[in-house]
């Protein structure tokens, strides 16, 4: 699929859906430009910092810093409750007995989806705090993708979803 393929699909969303990301306790610098490159690419309609997940760095980001709307925000709960009273809906992206497949997914309205840490992904008590919990199927020896690839993955089956 060519670049300009997937940003005529991205067009085909609602104006009225939109896609959050908050990358938590995210420790790469790499992975949170990576991450930021793909929001880029899939038209995030913002990223939220939390934890000690770093500011993403020219180096890494490659620009995509300056195209998509960014904030730090200190306490992941009260920017979940801030959502949560907007109606966005919340979906952690984590392998958990409750969490759905990722493809099976259909979002209400605009979505939050929280990435976590890349050891030890998202906590029991702030998974508690989500609407949805969703998990990409693994079928090799590891157990979990690299955080910036599990996003990429992520993103664009949302906004297929979307378009559908």
Known sequence: MSALSIRKDILLLRKSDKIYLILHNIRSVYNVGAIFRTADAARVSKIFLTGY??????????????????????????????????????????????????????PRFSIALILGNEVRGISKPLLKKCDKIIYISQYGKKESLNVSVAAGIALFELIRTFRD
């Not at 952690?92 to 990722?102: F, G, H």
């Open 53 to 106: 997940t770093p500011d993403p760095a020219q180096k890494t980001a490659l620009g995509a810093e300056k195209f998509v709307t960014w904030e730090r925000y200190l306490d992941i709960s009260r920017l979940i409750r801030d959502l949560k009273k907007i109606k966005i809906q919340i979906i952690a992206l984590e392998q958990s007995k409750k969490a759905v497949d990722y493809r099976k997914f259909r």
